[in-house]
């Protein structure tokens, strides 16, 4: 469970992403195994998050996810439409390292973010351009644990 940037418009602030798997665009799992590994959520997990969210009528989306080490590369902005334009819901920084190593671990995982930034803003501007973002992202978080932890029960 954690946070995201999203990196399609029609996702909105805290708003779930179920990562089906991730692009492993940062360093921690390549000194695990190499790049060509893929990182991918068990599927019995990702099943049990779709089912209580669905269950619950909580929107959410479902698909790949990219994680990187840094927000503040001078490209950033063209990764990010890159990875935008080939259908990649958010960014964050720990999900493709965890499911790599889970995987290697032979342990279940899966990963769901809560996304607090829009696509196209900075963190800071995200957050600050929401009257209610505290209540909107807070919402987010709580649906989010409350599907990992049935999610975790059931598998």
């Known amino acids: 469970m954690g946070s995201a940037g999203a990196l399609q418009a029609n996702i909105g602030m805290g708003e779930l992403i179920i990562a089906e798997g991730a692009v492993r665009d940062e360093g921690g799992s390549k000194s695990y195994i190499a790049s060509e590994f893929p990182a991918i959520s068990d599927h019995r997990l990702v099943a049990a998050l779709q089912t209580f969210l669905s269950d619950q009528n ?27 334009q080939r259908g ?13 190593v889970g995987r290697l671990r032979q342990l279940q995982v899966a990963s769901i973010l809560n996304n607090v930034v829009l696509y196209q803003q900075d963190v800071q501007a995200g957050i600050n351009s929401y009257v209610d973002a505290e209540a909107i992202t807070m919402q987010g978080e709580r649906h989010a644990a409350q599907a990992a932890l049935v999610a975790l029960t059931q598998s």
């Open 58 to 84: 909580i929107d959410f989306h479902l698909g790949i996810v990219r994680s990187h080490d840094s927000f503040y590369r001078d490209d950033e902005e063209a990764i990010c439409h890159y990875w935008s």
């Open 88 to 100: 990649v819901l958010g960014a964050d920084m720990e999900t493709s390292a965890l499911l790599t």
